[in-house]
């Protein structure tokens, strides 16, 4: 069975400081890896994927992702953070083929001015 | 492209009557799933659909609920009767295999927030 963990319920960070938010896989196969945000009353937004070729993938917002394969991770990053970054952040995953993504718990993300 | 679109946005409802979520996916989309979002679960697959045919649903967490897609533009999530531990924002999404396969990502709807009395 497909799994993903984010460790931190919340990570706060400086407006202009680099941020991360962590995300690790558990999948047997391939992982297709995302990330989505959800601002306040809103659904998620694709921000970004994985799905092979290129380690560093690059998304929406200025926002990229890392995939890790021996340390099966996918941690989204920020070299400068935004006050308007401060949303809800989930990682995804599904096995190859049209399995649907299996969602972490989520991330709230902070930015303080 | 005016995204998925799921009505209504808040329901209030007393415990033991009937709630219909209805949920427009993008056009063209083969791929419609519902999910549930709470505090204490995170979200949660309930069933997805392909095609307009179920393909999935031991996400449902009860008898109580039942999803229909009776064509490509239109799925409704019933809950009959409601608890107030339905209490959720529930989400529609959709998807488009037909060009990136596996590549594709979800649309997801701005949810309907229920709310159980």
């Known amino acids: 069975a497909q799994s993903v963990a984010q460790p931190e319920d919340q990570v706060n960070v400086a407006e202009g400081n680099p941020l991360t938010v962590k995300c690790t896989y558990s999948v047997s196969g391939n992982p297709y890896l995302f990330w989505y945000v959800q601002y306040p009353n809103r659904g998620l937004q694709f921000l970004l994927k994985y799905i092979t070729g290129d380690n560093l993938v690059k998304g929406s917002y200025g926002f990229e992702a890392e995939f890790n394969k021996s340390q099966t991770s996918f941690h989204l990053k920020k070299p400068s953070a935004l006050v308007s970054d401060s949303a809800l952040y989930f990682c995804?995953?599904?096995?190859?083929?049209?399995?649907?993504?299996?969602f972490g718990k989520g991330t709230r993300l902070s930015v303080i001015a | 492209d005016a995204g998925v679109i799921q009505s209504p946005r808040h329901e209030v409802t007393e415990m033991g009557q009937e709630v219909t979520l209805r949920c427009k996916p993008i056009?063209?989309?083969?791929?419609l799933f519902w999910y549930r979002q709470t505090m204490m679960r995170g979200l949660e697959l309930l069933i997805y659909f392909n095609n307009n045919v179920p393909i999935d649903d031991s996400g449902m967490p009860e008898d109580r609920f039942s999803a229909k897609m009776p064509n490509a533009s239109f799925s409704t999530l019933k809950i009959q009767p409601s608890e107030p531990r339905d209490s959720a924002v529930y989400f529609c999404?959709?998807?488009?295999?037909?060009?990136?396969?596996?590549?594709?990502?979800?649309?997801f709807g701005n949810g309907t927030r229920l709310t159980v009395t």
């Open positions: 995804a995953v599904r096995v190859s083929g049209n399995t649907p993504l299996v």
């Open positions: 999404a959709s998807r488009d295999t037909s060009g990136q396969g596996a590549n594709s990502p979800l649309h």
């Open positions: 056009s063209g989309h083969d791929y």
